[in-house]
């Protein structure tokens, strides 16, 4: 089992109503993934690759199995401990960035740490270090309208690192890029996995820039296999 501030999904079952029976979402998924590497989770759509990030976002609540986020078994907490959980260990990368669009890039990292309670000085200089790290110290009082969607992307990623997660979750971050911004956001995603000693699992249906990842896993029909290395 990896280390207390990775991510282990063990033996994991999910299952959805589907009229008189129940759709298996993920069939007996087992995953590790440990602080500071980068796990790529391929598959075609309806193969369960949305299911296990949000089960590994603690946001669904799987019917078998356990999810082990920083050491923590998320099986017996409560919605509000859950939730707690999300805000101090989880960072989600979400496929669309969803940025704020009267707020600046700076002040879009701000609101994650508002929203924690850990507003001032020092979380102002960490969201200045972040926009630094992802390339856009240059761009931190633009607003969204004013950034292409590379840099929107950036920004995304660097609000989900705002409040120092033990693991980082991320859907689909090259789906709106074209080939040369999305080698970069992986390349970007990739380096401050390492840098930041995330566990990172990284969902996506284009296995164009896999080579990036330190492991690819394949979903197909709610199961889980780990390719050979890429």
């Known amino acids: 089992m990896t280390t207390d501030n990775g991510l282990v999904l063990d033996d994991v079952t999910l299952t959805y109503p589907d009229g008189d029976g129940r759709l298996t979402a993920l069939d007996a ?3 590790d993934v440990p602080a500071g590497t980068l796990t790529a989770v391929v598959g075609p759509s309806g193969s369960g690759k949305s299911s296990l990030l949000a089960v590994a976002a603690t946001l669904v ?29 989880i960072g989600i990368v979400f496929q669309q960035p969803n940025l704020l669009p009267s707020l ?5 990292l701000e609101v994650m740490a508002h929203l924690s309670g850990r507003m001032g000085r020092e979380s102002r200089q960490r969201a200045l270090g972040l926009l630094d790290a992802v390339g856009l110290a240059e761009a931190a009082h633009k607003r ?3 950034l292409s969607g590379g840099q929107r992307q950036r920004v995304n990623i660097a609000r989900a690192l705002m409040n120092e997660p033990s693991v980082l979750l991320v859907d689909e971050p090259t789906s709106a890029l ?9 390349e970007l995603l990739a380096g401050l996995t390492r840098e930041r000693g995330t566990a990172t699992v990284l969902v996506t249906h284009d296995r164009t820039h896999l ?13 889980l296999t780990e390719d050979a290395r890429v």
């Open 144 to 146: 969204p309208h004013q």
């Open 211 to 223: 080579g990036r990842a330190d492991r690819v896993a394949t979903v197909r029909d709610g199961r």
């Open 178 to 186: 074209d080939h040369e911004r999305g080698a970069a956001v992986m």
């Open 104 to 108: 600046g890039a700076l002040e879009q």
């Open 29 to 31: 998924v087992s995953l």
């Open 61 to 89: 609540t799987p019917d078998s199995g356990r999810v082990v986020v920083a050491g923590t078994d998320v099986g017996p907490l409560t919605p509000a401990a859950k939730a707690e959980l999300r805000r101090e260990k």
